[in-house]
């Protein structure tokens, strides 16, 4: 039986919060760079989308998935004012292990920070299985998971904010 496609990246814009005093990190992989640079882009378009200014964007490039970790931590520790950060990157199994260990690694470093930090890391990392499900979830035709990363590093901005208002801030 054939299933039908779906763009699981539309929203309703009214249910998000307006992104215009937010600040926003996005680290990218440099590794399979089409893919990548698709998903930063829909993740960008989307925070402009929602009022967020150019200027507040901070892009950091770093060669590859495995290294997403790092640079987002010394992003939280350079840029004590974001809000939210995003990390991109895409891994395509392949014939050994490294996909396991890579997809493993990057997972448990941004959960990890997320548990350590105050400032929200979201996960946007492809783990496909070939290169046309990459291509299929970074614009194509189950949207873009850059776009999906930026409403959720949004809507994460705006319960840090809300938890800071509130007192629930360490």
Not at 9 to 33: L, M
Not at 92 to 106: A, P, R, S, Y
Not at 131 to 138: A, E, H
């Amino acid at each position: 039986m054939a299933t039908a496609h779906k763009n699981l990246s539309t929203y309703q814009k009214e249910e998000i919060p307006n992104a215009k005093d937010f600040k926003f990190g996005v680290v990218v992989s440099e590794w399979n760079p089409t893919i990548t640079q698709n998903l930063f882009q829909g993740a960008f378009d989307a925070f402009i989308e929602n009022g967020a200014l150019k200027e507040n964007i901070v892009r950091w490039n770093v060669p590859g998935s495995f290294e997403l970790v790092y640079a987002a931590k010394k992003m939280r520790e350079s840029f004590d004012m974001l809000d939210a950060i995003v990390v991109v990157g895409v891994v395509i199994q392949g014939e050994t292990k490294h996909f396991d260990f890579v997809c493993q690694g990057v997972t448990q470093g941004v959960m990890d920070l997320n548990i350590n930090g105050d400032i929200p890391v979201i996960f946007c990392v492809l783990t496909d299985n070939h290169i046309q499900q990459s291509i299929d979830r970074s614009g194509g035709k189950h949207g873009n998971k850059g776009t999906e990363a930026a409403i959720a590093a949004i809507k994460m901005a705006q319960l840090k904010k809300d938890a800071k208002f509130y007192g629930f801030e360490n």
